[in-house]
Every structure is written in C-alpha cells, then in structure tokens.
C-alpha cells in the first residue's frame, strides 16, 4: 500500500502537469470589411504545420495546442495571412482582410469618383403601366431559410464497354464549370459535397490547358495523350483535347448583353446579390463602345431597369446594378421572356447576342418546371440568342435547372461564389465564357478492338448521345467558345488483361475477334461542329497510335487532368477506384501544377489538403 501511495504521489502531479501542457484555443473568424463569418479558413499552428483545421459554415475553429505553441496562422484565398499570438485567451475572434493586391487586378474602374451614397434610392422600372412598382426590389426583412433546399440531378456513373461489341463511344462536349467551384464552396465550408454535386468533366475542364492552337482552317485543334491509370496500374488512362481558335478581346464582335437578374427574395445577403453585383460591374469593365448592355429584373413580377447602353457608358450601367434590392417571389417565367424580347429587338446580325442569367435558380411563380422553362428557352435559341446562366448562393441552390436551362439555351453555366471567380469567368475567360465559335460539338470516339479490350468514358454521365446522333445535324450539342480548351478522360483495359469489371463476350457468329482489321492505331477522334451562322455539321478525324504509356514520362497536363478524375472519383465514392491513398494523389498533383500563373492549380492542391482534414475529422 506504502508503493502504491509513493507511486501515485510522484505519478499524479506528473500527469497534471502533462495535462496543463495542453490547452485547447476556440473562436470565430470574420472578414474585417464587413464583419461576415469566413468558413472553409485554415488555422494552423505556426511551428507545427500538420497541426490544423479548418472554419466551418459559422466561421467558427477549435484547435489543440502545447503550452510551447505561441501563434496561430491564418489563411484563406483572397485574404491576407494573419498571425495571431496566443497568450492566455482561450477564445479569440480574427478579422481577416482581403488582399489588396488580388482587389487591384478586380478592382472595378470607370466609377469615376461617385460614391456609393449618391446611387442610394429605388430604381425607376419602364413600364409601370403593367403593375411594376420600385418596392418589388425591395429587401425582404426575412432572412433566408437556414434549411438546404439544394437540387442535383442524379448520376448514374459511366460503365466499361466492351470494344468487339460497342467500338463507338458518342457524347456532346461540355464547357461548364459550375460543378468545380460548388464543390470548393462546400471544401472550404468545412464538408464534401453531396456525389451528384460532383461532375468530373467539370471539374476536369475547369482549368484551361496549352493545347495546340488551331492553324488551320477549322476552329477547333484536336490532340490526344495516353498513360497508366492512378488508380488501377494495369489500365491505361486516354486524353483527348480540344482547343477552340482564341480571339482577342478588341477583336471580338459587337455584344447585344442583357443582364436578367434575379432579384427575389432568395437572393438577399453578400454572397447572392451583393457578390451579383460586383460580379456584372467586372463584367462592365470590360464592354466597349460597340457593344450595349441592358437590365432586365425579376422577382414578383419582371422589368425593364435599364434600356439598351453603351458599352462605354459604364457608370450609368454600374449604378443601375448598384441600386437593386431583393425581396418578393421569383417571376422566372416572365423574366426570361422579357430578357429575349428586349433581346431580339436589339439584335446585332453577326454579333454575340445573349441574355446573361444570375440567380439560385430558385424558379417557384409562373412557368416554374424544367419543362416548361426549356421549351422556352428552345423556342428562342434558333433566333441566334444564346444564354449563359451564372449560379449565386448556397442552400437553395437549384443546381439542376440552370444546367438544364444553359444546355438548351446553347451557352454555359458557371458558379460564383467569390470575387475571384467572378473575375475568371467574366474578366480573364471573358470571350469564351460569351462568344460561341463553334456550336454543337460531337465527339465520336472509335476503339480498335485489337488493342482495346474494353473502356469507359470517365464524365459526361448527362452528355451522352447515340452512335446515330453523331450524324444528325438536327441533335442539339455543346458549344466551344473563344479559346475555350475541352477535355475528356477514358479509361481503358488493353487486350489481354483481365478485369473484374468486364465479363466475356459471347461467341458471336458473324463478329470474331480474328476477323478484325490488323492496325497499330489506339482509336479514332472525330468531331462534328457547326459555325455559329449555319446548320450544317463539319467533320474532323484524329487518329492515335500509342506510345509510351508511363505516368512518369506524362505531361504536366495529363498528370494534372489525372488528379483531377481520381479525386473526382473519390468524391463520387466510384467503384472504379481501385487504389487510393490522398498521399499519392497530393503528389500526382503537384507533380501537374505546371508554371500555374493564376494559382487555381495550388487552389486545387489545398482541395485535396482540405478535404483530407474533413475526412479525418469525421472519423
């Protein structure tokens, strides 16, 4: 009994004094201008960099932390990096500041020096004779629900095919990117979005890559690329891209705009209408004198705000955005036939004509289903007015129906969620994002049986067409913009490796293996499009014989697309993922980050970063 009392007498204050090493720091960060919470922040421990976390919806952290550990770190995309000492406090609040250097690439110019108090006041809406009043722009005193009401439509991923049975592998292209920077919005909200949130080919075509530009007659350049897969060794992984003729800015078209801006109630709070607004006044900066903007709004009812303006005279266009409240319920219907009508009546022939769509495409008064709003939109694209629909806000998000409406429409759906991707889609990717070059784009890829045992087209899950809709000019497809890069990932089983994932063929009387064509070439390429101006389809072929498939000897470009796919299919939970371990997909993308002049390759590294400290969270 005289050990054990001794024991503990020495053990016990050891232990406390163990345990007061240890102490646990929590609290909130904000943003400093105007005091919102900042989710998705990293907070680390400056002497131990493996020793973070990360912000959730509320900006709220915890951290654990030695009594040795002084400081916090902390950082987000777009704000300046803090360092905050620890003395006694066990709660803190950090207000972060946004970084002046990325303000000034975005800052919006040609405000001239008006300030924000003279453009205060309701703005006067054409056609008050029809009912239209200023307080349907007003605020709503309610806020939004804290409920998700979020919408995805369901994906059924892409299966193996076999080559002998199914050579041809058809689909339209797809140019959005709205899927990737959802996906960010929920990583650095602090959880993993929902799988059908997830579609890889967005996330693949997100970047832009240096394909080959093309030389010759036709718009788009096609070229392909081969390695082993990351996730499965045995297989090998094929890129095909696309490159669509750049055209610089002063050389584009006359615009024919109209902003149709949604401004019901949903949309009240920064991250809607107030990052809406920043968002168009980006997009003003960069209109010239030949090109006309006009302002059409919808919340109870739609109307005129702004009539047809000059590109130049951007302080009238700013301060009409400016002036916009939300409040009310969301007239979709209505507003989206008005924005064509103004449309058509200020048709530019051989411009870029195109009603631009912001909203949480939360439709619910008036012609409010996915049907009816397509059959809509259809009626009016073959008069040569394209749509790009932007997505704003979190909760409500009706992710489904702008996808749905931009496809019909023949333009691209994109998702704003901060400045900076406002500034990417609007400002550094400005012609792609609003000038079509090339309109219903096919791609049919033909496998040679003899080197291909089976694939499967990694994406595209909605884009798939029939092998006969390749040929038919009158089946509706995607468009390529200015300088717009494509790219689509398969999977593949060469001949002569088994798989779990196919099973035998069944011997076929009139189709042997034995009788096919000998040839060294992998598959074939080939693309339909159409010029904006006509409704015949021209044919392109690209044949590809492989070569070394090894992931080391890759390019920068395929290793990147490569890390994109697998941590795509980690996020989809695919059962093709066969072999993965975060510290060998980390290394993967880095191995692609490239020169990453813009720095959304590094963005993407932190992703995976992020999503592991999610996922080790949770377990």
């Known amino acids: 009994m005289k050990t054990l009392t001794l024991f503990l007498m020495v053990f016990f204050p050891v232990w406390v004094c163990g345990q007061n090493n240890i102490k646990t720091i929590s609290g909130y960060v904000y943003q400093s201008s105007d005091k919102t919470p900042l989710p998705g922040v990293q907070v680390q421990v400056k002497d131990h960099p493996n020793q973070k976390t990360l912000t959730n919806a509320s900006g709220y952290?915890?951290?654990?932390?030695?009594?040795?550990?002084k400081i916090l770190e902390f950082s987000f995309l777009g704000f300046k990096k803090r360092e905050v000492t620890i003395r006694k406090q066990t709660s803190i609040k950090v207000y972060l500041d946004e970084d002046t250097h990325t303000l000034d690439e975005v800052v919006v110019v040609g405000y001239g020096t008006q300030m924000k108090r003279d453009l205060t006041g309701a703005v006067a809406i054409s056609g008050k004779a029809a009912g239209m009043a200023p307080q349907h722009y007003r605020m709503s005193h309610h806020?939004?629900?804290?409920?998700?009401?979020?919408?995805?439509?369901?994906?059924?991923?892409n299966g193996f095919k076999t080559s002998l049975s199914n050579p041809?592998?058809?689909?339209?292209?797809?140019?959005?990117?709205?899927?990737?920077?959802?996906?960010?919005?929920?990583?650095?909200?602090?959880?993993?979005?929902?799988?059908?949130?997830?579609?890889?080919?967005?996330?693949i075509n997100y970047f832009q890559y240096p394909y080959e530009v093309p030389k010759g007659k036709h718009p788009i350049h096609i070229q392909t690329e081969i390695t082993t897969a990351p996730w499965n060794k045995k297989h090998q992984l094929v890129k095909i891209g696309l490159k669509a003729k750049p055209i610089a800015t002063?050389?584009?078209?006359?615009?024919?705009?109209?902003?149709?801006?949604?401004?019901?109630?949903?949309?009240?709070?920064?991250?809607?209408?107030?990052?809406?607004?920043?968002?168009?006044?980006?997009?003003?900066?960069?209109?010239?004198?030949?090109?006309?903007?006009?302002?059409?709004?919808?919340?109870?009812?739609?109307g005129v705000v702004l009539p047809a303006t000059s590109g130049d005279n951007k302080t009238k266009i700013k301060a009409a955005l400016e002036r916009l409240e939300a409040g009310g319920?969301?007239?979709?219907?209505?507003?989206?036939?008005?924005?064509?009508?103004?449309?058509?009546?200020?048709?530019?022939?051989?411009?870029?004509?195109?009603?631009?769509?912001?909203?949480?495409?939360?439709?619910?008064?008036?012609?409010?289903?996915?049907?009816?709003?397509?059959?809509?939109?259809?009626?009016?694209?073959?008069?040569?007015?394209?749509?790009?629909?932007?997505?704003?806000?979190?909760?409500?998000?009706?992710?489904?129906?702008?996808?749905?409406?931009?496809?019909?429409?023949?333009?691209?759906?994109?998702?704003?969620?901060?400045?900076?991707?406002?500034?990417?889609?609007?400002?550094?990717?400005?012609?792609?994002?609003?000038?079509?070059?090339?309109?219903?784009?096919?791609?049919?890829?033909?496998?040679?049986?003899?080197?291909?045992?089976?694939?499967?087209?990694?994406?595209?899950?909605?884009?798939?067409?029939?092998?006969e809709d390749f040929a038919d000019d009158t089946k509706d497809a995607g468009d390529m913009g200015a300088g717009h890069s494509v790219t689509a990932l398969y999977e593949v089983i060469p001949v002569g490796v088994q798989s779990k994932f196919v099973k035998k063929d069944d011997d076929l009387k009139y189709q042997q293996a034995g009788s096919i064509k000998n040839s060294a070439e992998l598959l074939t390429v080939n693309v339909r499009y159409k010029n904006p101006g006509n409704e015949e389809s021209i044919l392109l072929s690209h044949?590809?014989?492989?070569?070394?498939?090894?992931?080391?000897?890759?390019?920068?470009?395929?290793?990147?697309?490569?890390?994109?796919?697998?941590?795509?299919?980690?996020?989809?939970?695919?059962?093709?993922?066969?072999?993965f371990n975060y510290t060998d997909l980390l290394t993967l993308a880095k191995a692609g980050k490239g020169e990453d002049k813009e720095g959304y390759r590094a963005e993407f590294i932190q992703l995976i970063e992020n999503a592991r400290l999610i996922k080790s969270s949770k377990e």
């Open 61 to 69: 952290f915890k951290i654990t932390l030695s009594s040795n550990d």
């Open 143 to 157: 806020a939004p629900q804290d409920f998700n009401t979020e919408s995805y439509s369901a994906i059924s991923e």
């Open 543 to 579: 044949p590809f014989i492989a070569d070394d498939t090894s992931l080391e000897k890759a390019s920068t470009d395929l290793k990147f697309a490569a890390a994109i796919a697998t941590f795509g299919m980690y996020l989809r939970n695919s059962e093709y993922l066969q072999d």
């Open 168 to 203: 041809l592998s058809t689909f339209s292209i797809d140019v959005d990117a709205a899927s990737y920077s959802n996906m960010r919005r929920f990583i650095q909200n602090g959880q993993l979005p929902p799988k059908d949130a997830v579609r890889i080919e967005e996330l």
């Open 250 to 302: 002063d050389n584009l078209p006359a615009a024919n705009l109209v902003f149709l801006i949604d401004v019901s109630g949903s949309m009240q709070g920064p991250s809607r209408l107030g990052l809406l607004k920043t968002a168009f006044k980006l997009l003003t900066d960069q209109l010239r004198e030949q090109d006309k903007v006009s302002i059409v709004v919808y919340a109870g009812a739609a």
């Open 329 to 467: 319920s969301t007239a979709g219907g209505a507003g989206i036939k008005k924005a064509y009508e103004i449309a058509r009546s200020q048709f530019i022939k051989g411009g870029n004509n195109r009603v631009i769509l912001a909203t949480d495409g939360d439709f619910n008064v008036g012609a409010s289903s996915d049907a009816e709003m397509q059959r809509l939109i259809e009626e009016n694209r073959n008069d040569g007015v394209f749509l790009t629909v932007l997505g704003f806000g979190m909760g409500n998000l009706k992710d489904s129906k702008m996808e749905a409406l931009a496809d019909k429409g023949n333009g691209n759906y994109a998702y704003i969620d901060n400045m900076n991707e406002a500034k990417k889609v609007l400002v550094n990717e400005f012609g792609s994002t609003l000038f079509t070059i090339a309109k219903d784009v096919k791609l049919q890829v033909e496998f040679n049986p003899s080197k291909v045992k089976a694939y499967r087209l990694i994406g595209y899950e909605n884009r798939l067409l029939n092998k």
